[in-house]
């Protein structure tokens, strides 16, 4: 594969598309929606070089169920798409899980609800974390901050996918899907078909026939079926959480913020440190499995006065901040809907006011 | 002795699910009959859908998908495009194919996806215990058009080989049946010519088969047979709706 020079300045889309490639991708199917079309726009060029595949399908339904039959096949495959687009394919989501296939997806998320509008938002939290899709199942959420590490994680989710057989979703926003900033390139990982005994490619005469599927009539095989996932998941939820940690020790006030609202958090952090308050991030990498210990660990900081979670939606993560808190610590929030952002300024002014209730310092 | 007949290398010894009278089975035994004598069965991939015949994974020797209702077309792209050397196949019933899974067979089709469906259509949602399908005929009476499916409310049935064979993806379309040795013997034929044009690499083949489904219609499976001749036939009749002068036999 030809080498792109050792820091290129990209853009978040395009980020996202190259490194599905350097991972080994070379199965895409989408279908066109804001503010991720430029992610279908670079793989229709790029897969030809590569000699992959890019396929625009007849809707996000159709190319999620693509994404089944590839990753049945024992591809590295992706879809990407924006929150409508992403609901239709909770479908598939659920089908996915039960049947056990190794995909990536990701939601450069817009707002909502319906059409909403094409601006950043971060309401797909629950949708992500949470379901979408029928039954009990996880999907593994990947949440980067800036366009390295949409790379990084992008090609990460593949050997995630692929370590434990599950749908990696990686929750980004159009701010970080439009954003140009540096990224030094990984190497491109080997990726085969090779170490997928499971896959449906033809029995070559030589072994019994492979199936792929979701669907257990008898309820004990159901119900062992389920048992399996779970245990999965909980390896998972062992194994796999990661999140940043800043200045938690000694905080009087401790944010949780993902994505891009974290990116926003940093500078208040900042300016609050000016003010001689001292604040701490927890940011979530890992949406699920959520770093519950670690928001646990800094609320039990005696310092900590209390969580302040800053988001795009009307109070989403929270719940899992609260979780985790077990009323250790009040838990506040601050949120923004719409495609609008919070001003570091009202960031700052509800940490004022947990920090320095009476006013004054 | 000699032996004259023998379970086919393309069926599991696994025993069919499906009630006395429906022709389900005799459509699943040709298309194995079919991969086998091609042999085609060691680098097929066949996708099951969502109908009586959700299950039929376990019924082929070929690996096999399970898909979600309506999508098996798009499941199949998806391994076909991974592996485009195997040989691929969706098995769809009409409530799978005309109703949920119009935009997946329509796309598959246009895009000319070097895949085979075989469409067993039998007029009805087999498996949810026979409600009105798009492929119901008019008049016809089922769960849900309990006075007989009423054209003003509830439309009129959709011929889906006579629909697909006006796009340019779909380059071979025909119609069959089950219901005699002889309509046994041409629908193997369509089968087998369905198979051959993908492995030719041609475009989308496509063959829909009428299905008894005697549990839901209320009839016994030999008065069965008769509705297909008549009734159905006279809604679709047999034949090839493209390419039929397409030379394919090796
Ligand atoms: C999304 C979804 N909707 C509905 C169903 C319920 N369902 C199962 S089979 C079926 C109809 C199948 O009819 P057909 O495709 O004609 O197959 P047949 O049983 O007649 O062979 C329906 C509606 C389902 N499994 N999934
Ligand atoms: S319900 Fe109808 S289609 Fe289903 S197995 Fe019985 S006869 Fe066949
Ligand atoms: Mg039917």
Redesign the pocket.
Known sequence: MDRLPDRVLMKGNEAIAEAAIRAGCRHYFGYPITPQTEIAHYMAKRMKSVGGVFLQAESEVAAINMVYGAAGAGARVMTTSSSPGISLKQ?GFSYIAGAELPCVVVNVARCGPGLGGILPAQGDYFQATKGGGHGDYRNAVLAPASVQELYQLTVEAFDLADRYRVLVLILADGTLGQMMEPVSHLEPKDATAAGKPWATVGTGGKRFHNTITSIYIDPERLEAHNLHLQAKYAKIARNEVRCESVGVEGAEVVVTAFGTTARIVRNVIRQAAEEGIKVGLIRPITLWPFPSEAVAAAAAHPSVKALLSVELNAGQMVEDVRLAVNGAKPVQFHGRMGGMLPTQREILERIRAIARPEGGT | MALVYQRTCGLLDVPFHYCPGCT?GIVHKLVAEVLCELGLLDGAIGVS??????NNYEYFACDMQQA???RAPAVATGIKRVLPDATVFTY??????A??GTAEIVHAAARGERITTVF???A?????SG?M?P?TLVGQVTTTSPYGRDAATQGFPINVSEMLATLRGAVYVERVSVTSVKGIRAAKKAIRKAFLVQRKGLGFSFVEVL?T?PT?WGLSPVESLKWVDTAMQEQYPLGVFKGADLEVEP
Do not use: F, K, P, R
């Not at chain 2, 769809?92 to 194919?97: A, I, R, S, V």
């Not at chain 2, 009805?124 to 949810?128: R, V």
């Open positions: 479908e | 389900h859908s969502v109908g009586c015949t959700y979600a209702h309506g769809q019933g009409d409530g799978d194919l109703a949920i067993v259509n039998n009805i949602y087999g498996m949810t409600q399908a492929t299905s489904c839901n």
